[in-house]
């Protein structure tokens, strides 16, 4: 089981650009597919980005192609989202996810993965 705590949220007005970590306890953090979700107040949980184990691919939800950004270093354990172009909708909680790559087959799916931070929060003002 890897530990995964978020950060970097916060409050921010449209247009602006905010960048979440996502750092795990696991040294084997390069075993694992890292997914960024979220889930808007009242809404269910949905699917951001994904980044395959040494960052070779990655997969976005199409709401946020061409303003987020999603990345990772290995070496220190962390994961990245950065986000550009923030938009009122974009508000939520968010929260990354990560999961043994042998167990993943499509990295959008959040019943995919077994480990999840507690999310931290990102809200977007017009």
């Known amino acids: 089981q890897v530990q995964l705590v978020e950060s970097g949220g916060g409050l921010v007005q449209a247009g602006g650009s905010l960048t979440l970590s996502c750092t795990a306890s696991e040294r084997t953090f390069a075993a694992y597919i890292v997914g960024w979700f979220r889930q808007p107040r009242g809404e269910e949980r949905e699917f951001v980005a994904s980044?395959?184990?040494?960052?070779?691919?990655?997969d976005y939800e199409d709401s946020v192609k061409g303003r987020f950004t999603i990345s990772r270093d290995n070496a220190k354990n962390t994961a990245y989202l950065q986000m550009t172009s923030l938009r009122p909708e974009d508000t939520a909680v968010y929260y990354c996810?990560?999961?043994?790559?042998?167990?993943?087959?499509?990295?959008?799916?959040?019943?995919?993965?077994?480990?999840w931070g507690r999310g931290t929060q990102v809200a977007v003002s017009s």
């Open positions: 996810a990560a999961q043994r790559a042998f167990k993943v087959s499509s990295g959008s799916r959040r019943t995919e993965y077994d480990n």
């Open positions: 980044i395959t184990r040494h960052g070779d691919s990655t």
